[in-house]
């Protein structure tokens, strides 16, 4: 069955340095988005992405994130100079149509220190 | 208001009980509603979607009330294995694209 795939699993950094969550999703899929949970908490939309370029993004989703999927398979996550209350699982979706079931992945558990 | 708001819960249930959701959302204009399944520290799942007349799969029961801007889950005969966070999902057309906007959760433990 395919399946949404994230790296890493667990990462930890310094307060300030920058992060990279890795995405592979559905091979068919057009539609990719970026959610977060802090822990306790609900799922947020960060950013969705259709057609190379973002098309919504949540007050969340600051100067210090950006997005880009530079080989037409992986889809990433960038986040610049990370802060503590970036600790968060962040989760990768993706869709074979925009508001159809999002099939998400694992998760990547992010924790500043 | 919320957009999507959900009573958090905990409900415990025994086995073979019979538990509702609600929930409750705040955008008109959303336009396909889902019900999402989380385990603890995993990622949601599709449990099912919600279509305005009500669909039913298995032991589950959704029910969508446009007007009130209400949606329901029913579990019938409660098993162990369902015991997990169930996420309200709500798509709103933001242009042009479908925003998932999820609720908070309802946990449910069932116990023996």
């Known amino acids: 069955e395919p399946e949404v795939t994230q790296t890493p699993s667990h990462q930890v950094t310094q307060m300030g340095q920058e992060v990279i969550l890795r995405c592979v999703p559905i091979?068919?899929?057009?539609?990719f988005y970026w959610y977060r949970q802090i822990l306790g908490q609900k799922v947020e939309f960060l950013v969705s992405?259709?057609?190379?370029?973002?098309?919504?993004k949540s007050e969340i989703f600051d100067d210090q994130f950006s997005v880009e999927r530079p080989d037409g398979s992986n889809f990433t996550l960038k986040i610049r100079s990370t802060k503590l209350e970036d600790s968060a699982m962040y989760f990768c979706a993706s869709t074979s149509q925009g508001g159809g079931e999002l099939f998400f992945g694992e998760g990547s558990r992010l924790t500043v220190l | 208001r919320k957009e999507v708001e959900q009573d958090p819960g905990p409900f415990n249930v025994p086995e073979g009980a019979t538990v509702a959701f609600n929930c409750t959302y705040s955008?008109?204009?959303?336009?396909?509603f889902f019900w999402y399944r989380q385990d603890c520290r995993k990622e949601p799942k599709l449990l099912m979607s919600v279509y305005s007349s009500g669909n039913e799969d298995g032991r589950f029961t959704a029910q969508l009330n446009r007007a009130s801007q209400y949606i329901s889950l029913l579990i019938r005969d409660s098993k162990l294995s369902d015991s997990a966070t169930y996420l309200c999902?709500?798509?709103?057309?933001?242009?042009?694209?479908?925003?998932?906007?999820f609720g908070q959760g309802t946990i449910l433990t069932v116990h023996p």
């Open positions: 992405f259709y057609n190379n370029e973002i098309s919504e």
């Open positions: 091979s068919n899929h057009l539609y």
């Open positions: 955008n008109s204009a959303s336009q396909s």
């Open positions: 999902v709500v798509n709103t057309p933001v242009g042009g694209y479908g925003k998932l906007t």
